[in-house]
Each structure stands twice: as structure tokens, then as C-alpha cells.
């Protein structure tokens, strides 16, 4: 069962936060363009699962496909509908995974069990990295008008990633001590901006904070999920 869940979230990972492009996001609320994200989140779940026919995987791309029509034409964009609307697709895949445990095993990955392991640590580092920077760009976006000092176009984004994946690779290495390094670091390379602008220094450290939080909890999220899982062998995973 939870190589089903592990191999339909991963899927659900690939399709929203890596095939769905930023071209789609802006277009979404065009007929074909929606129903090309469902058609995405199809092929990704049949090949995750390793098979085509399965009713339950249509009937989960169809869930997909109505959960996003109703935030995309019902709801404004923002932190709380976003995550409304992730927590619906993973109750979708979750009851796809009750109703039907043996999804993966009647796949054609099934003997490859070192495989759902691989998934889930490819699942949550795009939650981690890019999922995490949707969610913390919209908790930001109030404050995003306010005058702050210019950097390079998209440079905070980049940041963000980059210390989300890292915080990620510390988690998974068994290394979470190194976050304390990397927060030190920050702080360092910020002290200017921080110590002579009270509203910039306010919006460094809500994002920061924001930014590493979310990181931690999708990276122990994921160790947790491992440690259900056959092991690869490579990792210590010791939450």
C-alpha cells in the first residue's frame, strides 16, 4: 500500500510542480489548458504505477481535474488555496491508495522494490524546493509592493530554493546540525540589508523563517515516509 501512495505522490509532484510550466499556470483558466495539466497528471500516474488500464487512476486524474477547476475558477490565488488545494489532492491520493493498496503491485515496476524509495525522495524534494517556493512566494505576496532594496531579478526566489534544497540533503544525510551553519551564513550575508531597513529586515526574516520550516517539515515528512519503505541502503534514516 504505501508504495502506491509513495509512487502517486511522486507522480503528483512531477505533474503540478515540474511538467505544469509557468506558461499553463498563466493559461490555466483556458478550457484546453486544463484539461492538458489532466492529461499530464494521467500519464504521470499510469507511468509511476507502471500501468495504463486501471480504473482507479482515471477516476484519480478525473479528481485532480475538479479539484484544480475549482480553485482556478472559484478561488483567488493565495497562500490558503493553495494549500487547500494540495491538501485535496493528497486526500484523493490517499483514498486511491485505500481503495485500491495493490496499484503498484500489479505494475510493472513492482520488482523493482529499491524503486518507491527512489520516488519518495524525488517527491520531496520538489516539495521541498519548488512547491515550497509557490508557498512561501503567496505568504510573501502582501508585502511583495512594499519598498524594499533591489537585487537581481528573482534572486530571493533562487535563494530560497537553494537553501530549502540544502536543508533537504542536510535532513537526508543525516547532517541536520549543518542548518544552524547555513542560518548563520544567511544572517551574515543579510546583516546590511537587515540592520538599515526595519520593513526589509521584517520580510528576511518572515520568508527565512517561512522558507526553513517548510523545509524541515517536508524533509522529516519525507524521511518518515523512507522509513516505511524497502531501504536503498545509502541513507541513515533516523528522523
Known amino acids: 500500500m504505501i508504495a502506491t501512495f509513495t509512487a502517486l505522490l511522486f507522480a503528483h509532484a512531477l505533474?503540478?510542480?515540474?511538467?505544469?510550466?509557468?506558461?499553463?499556470?498563466?493559461?490555466?483558466?483556458?478550457?484546453?489548458?486544463?484539461?492538458?495539466?489532466?492529461?499530464?497528471?494521467?500519464?504521470?500516474?499510469?507511468?509511476a504505477l507502471g500501468q495504463v488500464a486501471a480504473w482507479q487512476i482515471i477516476a484519480l486524474a478525473a479528481a485532480h481535474l475538479i479539484i484544480d477547476a475549482i480553485k482556478t475558477y472559484g478561488l483567488p490565488r493565495g497562500l490558503w488555496p493553495f494549500l487547500g488545494d494540495q491538501a485535496a489532492h493528497i486526500a484523493t491520493i490517499m483514498a486511491v491508495t485505500l481503495y485500491a493498496p495493490d496499484l503498484w503491485a500489479g505494475g510493472i515496476w513492482a520488482n523493482?522494490?529499491?524503486?518507491?524509495?527512489?520516488?519518495?525522495?524525488?517527491?520531496?524534494?520538489?516539495?521541498?524546493?519548488?512547491?515550497?517556493?509557490?508557498?512561501?512566494?503567496?505568504l510573501m505576496a502582501p508585502w511583495s509592493t512594499a519598498e524594499l532594496p533591489q537585487g537581481l531579478p528573482n534572486g530571493g526566489a533562487l535563494i530560497g530554493t537553494l537553501e530549502r534544497a540544502l536543508i533537504f540533503l542536510l535532513v537526508m544525510v543525516g547532517q541536520p546540525a549543518g542548518i544552524g551553519f547555513l542560518i548563520a551564513a544567511k544572517s551574515v550575508l543579510r546583516f546590511d540589508t537587515t540592520s538599515n531597513n526595519q520593513g526589509a529586515g521584517e520580510y528576511v526574516i518572515i520568508g527565512t523563517l517561512a522558507s526553513f520550516g517548510w523545509a524541515l517539515t517536508t524533509s522529516y515528512a519525507t524521511l518518515l515516509l523512507l522509513r516505511h519503505l524497502p531501504p536503498l541502503g545509502i541513507l541513515p534514516l533516523t528522523p
Open 15 to 47: 505533474a503540478d510542480f515540474v511538467l505544469q510550466t509557468k506558461w499553463m499556470v498563466d493559461r490555466k483558466r483556458e478550457p484546453q489548458i486544463i484539461l492538458l495539466h489532466g492529461v499530464i497528471v494521467l500519464l504521470t500516474a499510469q507511468a
Open 112 to 138: 523493482y522494490t529499491w524503486l518507491p524509495a527512489i520516488f519518495a525522495m524525488v517527491a520531496g524534494l520538489i516539495i521541498t524546493t519548488r512547491a515550497g517556493g509557490f508557498a512561501i512566494g503567496f
